[in-house]
């Protein structure tokens, strides 16, 4: 067994310690008499740092819970030398741990937060590297309550409660009414006491003082499979992200030139204002289609007692290629369209007027053979994508002629 010295101290960085045993593969990997390194358990994320025998650093990547109860320590790299009952110095990145104990203290904080006010209780807590995360059991959770836990908590945290550390038994546990009771088969439990607010059996490392958590900030809420999860930052990661999101609400702002409060309205407006213009430009594009339409019309002379429009147009999506064929068609009874567009894609369209005799599907998968595109469609209108916009001229050609022939 590895002696635990984060159980009885968190704000231990330092320590020395003697290597017990060195681990080749998988991974190079130290085991220690006593460590103050944190090992991924209970929700709580390992800790990183520096283990420094008599000539070299080693760097501390990962920690975990041994198999057999031991705490290993991952290496970056395997030592150059080191042989068992070495003296080692331990150094953990505070700032990570820090980190941790704001988080996970302030988990309990909040979890207490919500049996207290309502009683949901946390069935699991996540700590991820931008976000921590409780899951209550609870069918419903309103915005209100959302806000009532959170003023809560930093009303607790404000108090500077004192939090302590108690080994008791698992019988004494039991009449202490704790929050959560670990399945566990040792009869010695850790209890983390937060002043007259919640006890609960943890082994993660935690602040002294509740003031030590800085604050927390709740976040998104979703419902989840089991209830409720509930995702929040704590301590310098709360100023990180509050600082992040005032950073991008004001980038938002920005576009605007307004102050960022007005950002939704802002936002609503102009999404109002993009439908209302679309609406808009349809309406044109029906319009300019008709004018455009009957001005052809008039200018295509009726030949076999059919009119044939060629045309080629410029800047004209498809939309408005199809919407012009559909108005010549049926402005006159007796017409076939043969329309391209050079851009914004080069594009073709093939229509005629209902009960005229060609098959522009076919026409169409003819010419797209000859030329290069894909595309196809009805006996009455077709359509298709050019390789390029000089194809469209040989395009219009062959389609004309099979028209004639
Ligand atoms: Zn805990």
New binding site residues.
Partial sequence: MTERLYYHDSFLYDFEAEVSEFQANPKPALFLDRTAFYPTS???VFDTGVISTENENLKVTEVADAADGRVIHYLEAPPKELRAGAKIHGQIDATRRRDHMQQ?SG??VLSAAFVRLFDSHTVSFHMGDDYCSIDLDTPTLTKTQIEEAERLANEIILENRPVEIRFVTQEVAGKLGLRKIPVADRDELRI?DIHDFDL?A?G?T?VNQTGQIGGILLRKVEKVRQGWRVEFVAGQRAVATARRDFTTLTDAAGLFSAHIYDVPQQTRKSLDEIRSLRKQREQSQEELAEAQATALLVETPETNGRKLVIRTVADRDMNFLKLLAQKLTRLAPNTAALLAATSPQPSLVFAQSAGQPFDMGALMKETLTKVGGRGGGSKDMAQGGLPNPEVISAALDYASGSLRR
């Fill in positions: 209970g929700g709580q996970h988990q309990h983390i609960s943890c993660g935690h």
